[in-house]
């Protein structure tokens, strides 16, 4: 069964330093995997996806993530924080042909200045 | 337009009460999803209508019925729910319902059944 793990519930960095936020998936086939921003009181919106194309993805507002198969690794970066990018982020696998989106439980990303 | 536009944005209802939350795009998309998420939690699937026909279903209980009147719009009528239905309802919607594509999300309708 294809899924994903996120590492650390909460990660806190401050204003300017680099934001690192890791996934792992689990999955017997080559996955199609993603990152998606959760804003308060909002819906989901794509940062970036990964589809077997490029292993490094980049993505909107600065971040990026790169595609790790020895690793089973799709972590997600962006070099400087914002204060603006304090969210929810999760990382989703895609599950069979019809889009079926698996999400990992989520990081809330926290930056003070 | 690259809206998902959900209505209402929040609900109370009672657990005899009956209530629709309505969902729609204009970005031609033909398939439509809807997830449901608890506080605190990722967002679950319930389903997935591809070409306006029923592709998934989660196995979620048959008090909750959707329904897709056409390409552009996706209702969920409730009836008879329970506390623990209480959460965020998100609309999303894709251009085929292919694997690898991006899920448009609309705002969500905050529910809370009383």
């Known amino acids: 069964a294809q899924s994903v793990t996120q590492l650390g519930s909460h990660v806190s960095v401050s204003e300017g330093a680099l934001v690192l936020l890791r996934c792992n998936y689990s999955s017997s086939v080559p996955p199609y995997l993603f990152w998606y921003v959760q804003y308060p009181n909002q819906g989901l919106q794509l940062l970036l996806k990964y589809t077997s194309a490029a292993t490094l993805v980049k993505g909107i507002n600065g971040f990026e993530a790169e595609f790790k198969k020895s690793e089973t690794s799709f972590h997600l970066t962006k070099p400087s924080a914002h204060m603006s990018d304090a969210a929810e982020y999760f990382c989703?696998?895609?599950?069979?042909?019809?889009?079926?989106?698996?999400f990992g439980a989520g990081t809330r990303l926290a930056v003070h200045p | 337009d690259t809206e998902v536009t959900q209505t209402p944005k929040h609900l109370v209802m009672g657990m005899t009460n009956k209530k629709s939350l309505k969902c729609e795009q204009h970005?031609?998309?033909?398939?439509m999803y809807w997830y449901k998420q608890k506080a605190k939690k990722p967002p679950e699937l319930m389903f997935v209508y591809s070409y306006e026909k029923l592709s998934i279903n989660e196995s979620v209980p048959s008090r909750f019925s959707p329904e897709c009147p056409n390409s552009s719009l996706l209702n969920l009528h409730l009836h008879a729910l329970q506390p623990e239905d209480s959460a965020l309802y998100l609309c999303?919607?894709?251009?085929?319902?292919?694997?690898?594509?991006?899920?448009?999300f609309g705002s969500g309708t905050q529910l809370s059944v009383l």
């Open positions: 970005m031609g998309h033909r398939a």
């Open positions: 989703a696998v895609s599950v069979g042909g019809y889009n079926k989106l698996i």
């Open positions: 999303a919607s894709s251009q085929e319902g292919q694997g690898n594509e991006k899920l448009f």
